[in-house]
Structure formats: structure tokens, C-alpha cells
């Protein structure tokens, strides 16, 4: 693997590590399996370039992709436990539906941002080549979420969304109205969500309706990755895994991309053989190394 | 490469044949392909091809992101890191992520970067100008001329007063050629019927309802609606609806001719395209091409199953005839 493919899966370890924080919200934090991401991902893209594209400053562009990601999730949220709609089920139909609303919010499928001023922009202002600036930018924004993240789930709002995820039935027999907590813990994931897709299109240059597919795989299997390999004990050392995991998760991409074994060789459409298997020896290693070794 | 090098210069100082060293030398050229798929596979094939035919040693980085974007940005950052002398991107996303590595990575601001099978470079962002590209990205676009597919149907059909096109609407290919047939019909004075799916399962029934609501159905070279080509014919045959496609490789699945675009020739172009550039063009002012020759074939079966009477001048023009 070349240095610049190697910085190329941090940066993008990094920028979809924002979604995987989110993942990790509903998936780990409330137990609420969530397929909206698939949707909300490419929502808050397609509102940022929007907004970039009739003339809106591109950091307040990505405040209008959070807000739209938050109430994507909040109608999932609502269908849930208003209507009563299995979470799974719900969620896929606020994707469905989303599917529709980018492309209207677009006024088609592909929004393109190459050309225009980008948050990357003042950086690379500074001199510093772009994609070292994308890294340095994207871990700050990476660690004041993992930051602020911390902080949420240790107030009083987060260790109900805690005990909502746990136990359920406990929570509402205190008075606790979990209705709210998951539409407004729903609601944050995408909110996250949607902030990634927007600081994915202002890296890559475009937004595109069809980027979001495959999001939820990536997050899960991130979320699996890093609890591996990083281990869950404490809220801390998770979401830290979260993002960690994020970005092996890319890592291992790239690795498959530039895998060469001698005379059999892979072809290009093996990639997706080739991530599985390595996602699967990460998630095994620590099993396999405890049995053998200990 | 170092082999070869090495003994490329011991040939020319064996027999002094220092002329022809430059020539020996391979050329390096990454693939950025969006996704496995028979058309854009036949644009690499083609690309190759010409180069070889060119007499180009080339050796061939090729990566296929397997219809992920985010695949194929990380593969933008692996082909900076091959310093290849010319990358080929197929397809816009793979285009997109390409023009963006440009930007954050002063090293490839002088790697010349062809695209193919890019509808609208300009809606894209890949250039400013199609006759001046201005910067080192150019390449071939297949927007296909909507006039001449439109003025074919009507040679079928001189009566025509509705038609019905059928696309995926999350393609921005598609979305950009259908805006361009609504303006040609618009001028022609005849009704659009825009059927919509969202994923190849849906060809089926989004077909029918074009049943009753129009005399004829175009298919734009839409990704989705192509992959399931067979669907679509089957309900026009069934309710003797004529189907005309924009690509000739529809013709034999089923639809009633086609004013071909060959993914192949597109491909050979814009290897002709990296031959010129590998003599010493500049990118920046080697204009975007589009294909110019289009061949006609006709399906003789599917015509009669869809109830198409073929003009005898039509059967004199058509290059190839499906009996």
C-alpha cells in the first residue's frame, strides 16, 4: 500500500467515523437497529451542496445538513413509537422515502461541488497540500464529536438513553417517557449522520443520491471492528472504538484494493469477497487468539 | 520494470538502435471504473485495444469500485500514490472522485486524466468548457444525439404524437438525456411520458404503465433500465408496443432498432485520445469528444411482434439487419 492510499483510508476512516458515531448511538446506546443512515447520509449531502451551490457559507451549509439528518431521524423515531411500527420496518421506509426527497431536494441526482469554496478551502489557503488538510481537519472534528459524545452520554438526558436501550420496561415503570428519549436519540444519530455525508461531499466534490448505499453496513461493521479490537468496557473507551474502528474498517478496504498474491492474482470484482473476509478476520482474531494461545 | 529497463538498454546499446528507445518504454495508466458492467467493460476493453493497436507498451493498473463511491475515492488515493503518466476514469462518479484527488494533491495536477462514459461534463464539474477543458482533465462523453434518436422514431412512425421514455431518475446520466429528449419533443409537438424506476425490479411494472398511454417507448442508455432489458420488452411485445433503445446491444434483446452507441468505439476513442496525449498534447486544450458514427440495426422479429411496419429506406440504411 502506497503512503498516499494510506492517508487516503484514514481521511476516509475519519469522515465516515462521524457516521459511525451515529451507528453506534442507536445501535449500541438505544439497541434500535437503524437503516435510515442509508437515506440520511446522502440528506445531509445533498442539503449541504445545496446550500453550497445558492451561495450559503459551506461551515453553515453543514449545520443545515445536521438539522435535516435530526429530523429524518426523528420521524423514523415517530413511526416507532407513535404508530408503532417495528424499528427495522420503520426505519427502511424513512430510507425509502428519503430516497425520493434527495433527489427533489437536488432537483436531480448529482449535485457537483467541484470548483466551489469548501471548508477545506481555508486550509489549503495555509499552504498544507489537501490531503494532509482534510486529515487534520477531519480529526478535529472527530475528536470534538467523540468529546462531545462523552459528555452526552453521561449526562442525565444520555444515562436515561442508556437505560432505555437496557431495559426498557424498568425505565417506563420509573416514569421515564422512552417515546421521547428514542424519538430525540434517533433523531441525534442521523443528525450525526447527516453531518458525515455533508463533510463526505465537500471532500469528494460531489453529492449523489446514490451514496448513502451500503452506509449501514460500513457502520455496523465498523462499530463490530473496533469493539474487537479495541474492546467496549466504558462509555469512553466505545465511542473512542467507534471511531477507531472507522477508520481499520477503511483501512482494510485499501488493503484488499492493493492486494497482490503472485500468479493468482484477483480481479477488481473480488473486491467485495476480499473486505468481507478481512472484516470477518478481525471480528475472529481475538476469538481464535484466546483459544490457541491462552 | 526494472528488468525490462534494464535490458530495453542493453538492445539499445547492443545494436545503437537509440531512436527507438523512447517508444519501448511502458507507459503506466491506472483504471478508475465505477463498476463491473458489459458497457463500461467494453470501454476498457476498447481503450486497450487502440493503444496496443497504437503500437503503446502499457502496463494497467485497473480498479473497480464495485458501484461504491466511497470505494472509489479510496481508489483515487491509491492511483496518486502509482504516479501513473495518464489515468482513465469510467464512469461520473469515478470521474468526480478523480477531479477532486486533483485539487488536494498538487502531484497529480500534471497526470493527464481521461474520462469516458460521462454524460454531462459540464452538470459534472469535470470541465468549464467542453471545446477548452482548460486544466489536465478531458475525455469522451457519450451524450447521445437526442435529435437523430428522435428523428428515427419518427421515421417508424411519422404519426407519432406520444411517447414514452423510461430511465432511472437517481442517475444523473439519464436525468441529463431525458431533459434533452423533453426539449426535442417539446419542439416536435409531441407528448412525453416519463416513467421512472428506482431499481431494475421495477422495470417491469413501471412498463406497463406506459401501456395505453403511448404509441412508442425509448430507452435512454440508462444503467438500470438496461439491466433489465428483457423485462420491458417482453411487456411491449405483449401489448405491441414498439421499444427503440439507444445502444445497439439492446437490438438483439429485444428492442426494435437502435441508432447505435457502441461502448466499445467509445472506448477506442478515448484511447486515441491517450495516444495523442502520450505524442505530446495537452489536455487542457484536446477538446471533449463525443461519437460521431452511428450505426443502425434493425430486429426484425421484434418488429413484427410489436406490430412495426419498416420503411424500405430505413432497411437500406441499417448496418446491421437481425432476421
Redesign the interface.
Known sequence: ?????L???V??GLV?GIMVLGVYLTFRVLNFPDLTVDGSLPLGAAVCAVAITSGIDPFLSLFLAMFAGFLAGMITGFLNTKLGILHLLASILTMIAL?SIN?RVMS???V????RDTI?DPL?GLGL???L??IVLFSFIGAAIVIFLIWFLHTEFGQTMLATGDNPRMITSQGVNTHSVIIIGVGLSNAMVAFSGAL?AQ????A????G??TIV?GLASVIVGETVFGRGGIMRAVIAALLGSILY?LA??MA??MKLGAFSFT??D??LITALLVVLALTAPKIKARFFS | MMNRFVLSACLVLMFGLSASAGAEQAKVVSVNQFVEHPALDSVLRGFQEQLREEGFQVEYRVHNAQANMATANLIAQQIVGERPDLVLAIATPSAQAMAQTVKKNPSMQKTPILFSAVTDPLGAGLVKDLQNPGENITGTSDLTPMDQHLALIREFHPELTSLGVIYNSGEANSRALVDLLKAETVKAGIKLEEATVARSSDVFQSARSLVGRTQAVYVPTDNTVVSAFEALAKVCQDNKLPLYAADVDSVPRGAVAALGFDYYEHGRQAGAMAGRIFRGADPATTPVETQQELELHINLPAAEAMGVTIPQALLDRAGKILE
Open positions: 500500500m502506497t503512503l498516499y492510499a492517508l487516503g483510508a481521511e476516509q465516515y430516497y433527489i436531480g441526482p448529482n457537483s461541488l467541484l470548483g477545506l489549503m497540500p489537501g490531503y488538510s482534510s463526505i471532500n469528494q466534490g460531489a449523489d443520491v446514490n451514496m448505499v451500503g460500513a477503511r478496504i485499501a484494493l492493493s477488481p470484482s473486491l467485495n
